[in-house]
């Protein structure tokens, strides 16, 4: 399977915990995304990284979150402290930078449980 | 801030019907309108348009795409049980590559 893969595919936590998440995009993208989905709405963006450098982040991005791309190729998003408004699918998609057909390529999401 | 609206929210259909989905968007730089179709879990790529007027179809799905009027339409003919599905509509704009997501369509469709 070559497409954008996400581990683990679920977790449940308590209140207060760190939970660690990460995402393999598409083997030759540089380009890495990170979105959160909260039932019956649509992604909503976090962050995204060309190669290693995170170029955006969103002001849902709180202080609690920070995600990496240390090679330039998986990435982590971890949250600290977690809350139960933290519980939602959170879905990481990939592509290759080109210049009009840039399609943004999705994993399975790893959905979080904050109990 | 870019948004983007669709509907109806939900909808049930028959085997056999034909459905329309709409969005519409509000973009500062319009680059591109993308729909992704989400089944329990990744969306998977559909459509990307980024002319008006010109229709992109794969199979018993299409979309156009109208610039002025700030909206796009899928397109599903001769609907099935498998097409049942959030069908979820997205714009880029040209300062950046985040997608804004609409709260998505869902559609069931019934034997």
């Known amino acids: 399977d070559t497409g954008v893969s996400q581990d683990p595919r679920h977790k449940i936590t308590k209140r207060g915990q760190n939970v660690t998440f990460r995402c393999d995009p598409i083997?030759?993208?540089?380009?890495l995304y990170w979105y959160r989905q909260t039932l019956g709405q649509g992604p909503e963006f976090l962050t995204y990284?060309?190669?290693?450098?995170?170029?955006?982040k969103s002001r849902l991005l709180s202080d609690r979150f920070s995600a990496e791309r240390p090679k330039g190729s998986f990435s982590t998003l971890e949250i600290q402290r977690t809350e139960q408004g933290d519980s939602a699918m959170y879905l990481c998609?990939?592509?290759?930078?080109?210049?009009?057909?840039?399609?943004?390529?999705f994993g399975p999401g790893t959905r979080l449980l904050v109990l | 801030e870019d948004k983007v609206v669709q509907s109806p929210l939900s909808l049930v259909v028959h085997e056999g019907d034909t459905v329309t989905l709409n969005c519409s968007y509000e973009?500062?730089?319009?680059?591109?309108l993308l729909w992704y179709k989400q089944e329990k879990k990744a969306p998977t790529f559909l459509f990307m348009l980024?002319?008006?007027?010109i229709e992109k179809k794969s199979g018993r799905l299409s979309s156009i795409l109208d610039k002025k009027e700030l909206f796009s339409i899928l397109n599903i003919t001769a609907t099935q049980t498998g097409d049942s599905a959030i069908y979820l509509c997205?714009?880029?704009?040209?300062?950046?590559?985040?997608?804004?997501f609409g709260g998505g369509t869902r559609l069931m469709v019934k034997p």
């Open positions: 998609a990939s592509s290759l930078a080109l210049q009009l057909q840039e399609t943004q390529y």
């Open positions: 083997s030759e993208h540089n380009r």
């Open positions: 990284f060309q190669n290693e450098a995170q170029l955006e």
């Open positions: 973009v500062t730089n319009f680059r591109s």
């Open positions: 980024t002319s008006s007027g």
């Open positions: 997205a714009v880029k704009n040209n300062a950046g590559n985040m997608l804004t």
